[in-house]
């Protein structure tokens, strides 16, 4: 053996030097809530203080018919955003401490204050930017949450398609096909039945044709489900506008005049100042969402469906070794995931206009995906996501009609650009279900 | 329950994996299926477990021949398997990977969460695991994601239990652990099948042995016969186990690792704090089980790591923070982890492999061109020099075996001029003639004056090579010893028992 070998004694074990079983972590400062924070508090000062407008803005709470009138409030529209500018500054410098304390603060505190701050920030920027833009006016407060919750239902029904079909494993860039095929399935259905049931059944059974195509060839295939999604969605749209023209248009009054599902008013509940109009006077699709909404959260979570449908999304091999089928597991999923999507369809023809009219979903399957993400893959999350991205469309179109100083093009990209900035700024790092676009081959 | 085999046979293409074997596992017994990588072990279990199809032969259960049409009918048979690669969903419970597939739900298919935890903590009890049934799964070391895999199987009742390479993950002293528990399971009257390609392992808690190589049953043993025997059965003729080198003659120091850190993207500190250095003509081997560091650390040293903090010198300038081409270009030459994925191009030929870290510049490119004369002239020599079987230089990578892959990635490394060489688990997967020739490639590389790096998770070939051993555990170095340390002292620390070199050795060293 070497010298060097020869000259060392043999190692002794030091007393009290085992280490952790944990590996240390060094934390991470993330700067994007607080850059967020500041470009917008640099907008609210440059449109509030440096250009702003004079007059009063009214914040009404009632509409004309609601059983209890709550009085309407009158603010200044200056002085509102001067005060919520200083606020907004504050905020940011909040956030910014915050930031600067990570590895003092404890992370849940630092993340509790941080949520807690932007809430209040976005919510107080809303409050000024309103007051801003619709000086002379009343705002309708209950108008626009109305329409906010109107807005929403398809990409909320669309979401829950996402969420199902991503957690089992399969990408769902169909579902604007969904969506479409849905709305012309159930128009011409209930046009010919004089049902609007009966065209509720039929955007379903579109839906669920549509899945079986991206079932069919991402999972017995084996295609890169994205491009198949996207090839479904310019099917659907040249299948559907070449219906439209050749078929729907030619009888109308036959084809293409569906019976609208009428609002019902919930008793009792509907009182209720604010939130009463706003969420029990809708017509019963609206009831059907928040019913598809809890089963779909209590069964992907509770049940033995939910956990046989994650374990696929997760780890298919794991699912398959305990006699998992994963293929049938993904089709069904992906199938039912089709239906609940046609479903959020069928409120485009039944509900908001009562007929199909070509390429009608415009986008808003593809705002329903950027909600599932940025309502990372969580059912009661992405359905928060969707309300948020409904409210941006339509503070967009309560805009345009009091003819707000934003032109309207910007006011077009609002929903868009929620959008971006959601999936891309504050998500953070959001981790889909393992799987997730990853074709299962056995063996 | 009795297992037994009859004349199982899988082919995949033309390659049989599996060729007429015959296996018969005793109750109360347990059986060794002792093999190299790449011997039909595995396929033949995942015949048995339903998860492929065998082209021929039976499966018989206590006589009566059984039908699997998938893993789900085998388990209600009696079959449990421990797999190698562990298969249990990370983001979910303890309880919830042990009932998925067979839960116990109430209404609706609401699950019945509270007797599932009950059942877990019933086996854990049974066998002395402490293993909370709420516990993320991902959160758990991978010791005691083992013991879910086991727990999961029990809950099944499982009369046959297999398996498979369950040692690869473990620390020397968890692997003891895990025998007894085998111990303990086989004294319940169960039937195990143990797979394996360590010696000492199936010498210890083995009833009986069956050797398997290239799909083919190729003898039995009993656990008395020696190691020498067994390795001779297992590769079909002698081996010589031992390394031949002479001591080594350290030069000058010529790279200098301080307080070196990596964070992986959540911040964690995958290497802590790890100072070393090394010496012309010496070879230190990093030891530890597999995950607990020593990838990042390797891929820090070619630049691969974005966040890293401390100091690598490599003569006297340093590297860190360098762009990969800066530090291929000083002389450090790197043997990559996985093969496939990062030491080759797979649809790339020899020839265009052997060139792939040399595209910036002549000789092999003119002016953007490829010089494809010169490259083909090099390919020939080198292909020869590292006898790299194939058809000619222009075979595909993914055409080449293993070991000839690996000999492909380390003729390339070897012939510039390097400073340094790192070698990540440079025999893991190959046979045993390959393991061999990149064993004598590197010992004559210290011996033509470059220090060399060898990561590996097999003692045997750590302490083989090794002039120094370093040992990693949870991203530190617990400490560097001599390569004549006694193995249980080496498990200690990999278990992450710190230890100190004796103060002259240290000494020495750093001298």
């Known amino acids: 053996m070497s010298e060097q070998q020869s000259n060392t004694q043999t190692v002794t074990p030091a007393a009290d030097a085992a280490i952790s079983e944990v590996l240390e972590k060094k934390e991470l400062r993330s700067w994007k809530a607080a850059i967020a924070l500041a470009l917008f508090s640099v907008v609210s000062i440059i449109l509030f203080v440096v250009f702003p407008r004079h007059g009063q803005t009214g914040f009404r709470w009632s509409g004309a018919d609601d059983l209890i009138t709550l009085p309407t409030w009158h603010v200044d529209a200056a002085t509102t955003g001067t005060v919520v500018t200083i606020l907004l500054v504050l905020l940011t410098a909040l956030v910014v401490w915050v930031t600067l304390q990570t590895g003092r603060l404890a992370p849940r505190t630092r993340r509790l204050i941080t949520t807690a701050a932007v809430i209040v920030f976005a919510l107080a920027f809303m409050v000024a930017f309103l007051a801003w833009a619709m000086v002379g006016n009343n705002v309708p407060v209950t108008g626009l949450l109305l329409g906010t919750v109107s807005l929403s239902v398809p990409l909320i029904f669309g979401a829950m398609g996402g969420v199902i079909s991503e957690r089992v494993g399969v990408v769902n860039v169909a579902i604007e096909g969904q969506l479409l095929a849905g709305a012309f399935c159930s128009a011409m259905v209930a046009s010919l039945t004089g049902s609007p049931w009966a065209g509720l059944v039929a955007a379903m059974v579109a839906g669920v044709l549509v899945s079986f195509v991206l079932a069919a060839f991402a999972i017995k295939y084996l295609v890169d489900q994205v491009i198949v999604g996207v090839v479904l969605n310019v099917l659907v749209t040249g299948l559907t506008s070449f219906l439209y023209s050749s078929v729907l248009t030619k009888d109308a009054e036959t ?188 063996g | 329950m009795k297992l037994e085999l009859r004349g199982i046979t899988k082919r995949f293409g033309n390659f049989t994996a599996n060729d007429r074997i015959n296996l018969v596992v005793e109750p109360g017994q347990i059986h060794c299926l002792l093999g190299e990588n790449g011997a039909g072990k595995s396929t033949l279990m995942n015949v048995l477990y339903g998860l492929y199809q065998a082209d021929g032969g039976e499966i018989l259960l206590d006589d009566e021949v059984q039908e699997f049409a998938g893993p789900g009918d085998a388990m209600r048979a009696g079959i449990g398997m421990v797999h190698q690669h562990f298969m249990l969903v990370p983001v979910f419970t303890v309880a919830e990977n042990v009932i998925l597939g067979h839960e116990q739900a109430g209404f609706a298919g609401v699950l019945k969460m509270k007797e599932a935890r009950q059942r877990v903590r019933d086996i854990s009890a049974r066998f002395g695991f402490d293993v909370d049934p709420d516990a993320r799964v991902g959160d758990l070391p991978v010791g005691v994601q083992q013991r879910v895999e086991i727990i999961k199987a029990l809950s099944q009742d499982a009369r046959v239990l297999v398996f498979d390479e369950p040692t690869a993950v473990l620390t020397p002293q968890e692997t003891d652990e895990l025998m007894a528990i085998m111990q303990q399971l086989r004294a319940e009257g169960r039937s195990i099948v143990f797979i394996t390609h360590k010696l000492r392992e199936v010498r210890e808690v083995a009833d009986a042995i069956t050797v398997i190589r290239l799909g083919k049953i190729v003898g039995e043993a009993e656990p008395t016969a020696s190691n020498a025997d067994l390795a001779a059965l297992m590769v079909g003729r002698s081996v010589d186990l031992t390394v031949h080198k002479e001591p080594a003659q350290p030069g000058a120091e010529v790279l200098r ?103 910036t510049g002549e000789p092999f490119v003119k002016a953007g061109n490829v010089q494809r004369a010169f490259r083909d002239e090099f390919a020939t020599e080198k292909r020869t020099e590292f006898d790299i079987r194939s058809g000619g230089i222009n075979s595909l990578a993914s055409e080449l075996s293993g070991g000839n892959q690996q000999k492909v990635v380390l003729a390339r490394e070897l012939s510039r001029d390097l400073k340094l060489f790192v070698a990540a688990q440079p025999t893991r997967g190959i046979d045993v003639g390959s393991i061999e020739f990149v064993h004598k490639r590197m010992v004559a590389t210290r011996d033509a004056g470059v220090p060399v790096i060898v990561v590996s998770t097999e003692l045997d070939e750590v302490v083989a090579l090794a002039d120094r051993i370093a040992v990693m555990y949870r991203g530190e170095i617990v400490g560097i010893v001599p390569s004549n340390t006694p193995r249980e002292v080496l498990g200690l620390m990999m278990a992450g028992e710190r230890h100190t070199e004796a103060p002259e050795a240290a000494h020495e060293v750093t001298a």
């Open chain 2, 257 to 359: 690792v301080e307080g070196l850190t990596v964070l992986d993207e959540n911040g964690l500190k995958v290497v802590n704090d790890v100072s070393f250095n090394l010496r012309e003509g010496e070879i230190l081997a990093i030891a530890g089980v597999q995950g607990n560091g020593q990838t990042e650390l390797t891929e820090a040293l070619l630049g691969l790591q974005n966040k890293v903090s401390g100091s690598i010198t490599l003569n006297g300038a340093e590297i860190l923070g360098r762009s990969v081409r800066t530090i291929l270009d000083a002389g450090v030459g790197f043997v990559p982890e996985d093969r496939n994925r990062d030491g080759l191009i797979a649809e790339f030929s020899i020839a265009e492999n052997l060139m792939l870290d040399r595209s």
């Open chain 1, 255 to 442: 084809l293409n005049t569906a019976p609208r599902l009428s609002p019902v008013a919930i008793p009792g509940l509907s009182e209720i100042p604010v939130i009463g109009p706003v969420l029990f006077n809708q017509s019963a699709l609206v009831y059907v969402m928040y019913v598809v909404v809890a089963l779909v959260f209590l069964g992907l979570f509770k049940t033995r469906w939910g956990l046989r449908l994650r374990a696929v999304g997760e780890h298919p091999k794991a699912a398959d070794t305990v006699g998992i089928n994963v293929a049938r597991t993904r089709f069904w999923n992906v199938s039912l995931a089709g239906a609940i999507a046609g479903l959020g369809g069928a409120y485009f023809t039944l509900v908001s206009v009562g007929s199909f009219q070509k390429e009608m979903v415009a986008g808003a399957g593809f705002i329903a995906l950027a909600a599932v993400i940025f309502g990372r893959w969580d059912p009661i999350r992405a359905t928060l996501a969707a309300l948020l991205f409904g409210f941006a469309s339509n503070l967009q179109n309560v805009l345009a009609a009091v003819g707000s100083p934003v032109p309207s093009e910007f006011m077009l990209m609002l929903p868009y650009l929620v959008t971006i900035l959601a999936v891309a700024g504050l998500v953070g790092q959001s981790v889909g279900p393992a799987a997730s676009g990853k074709p299962y081959i056995k």
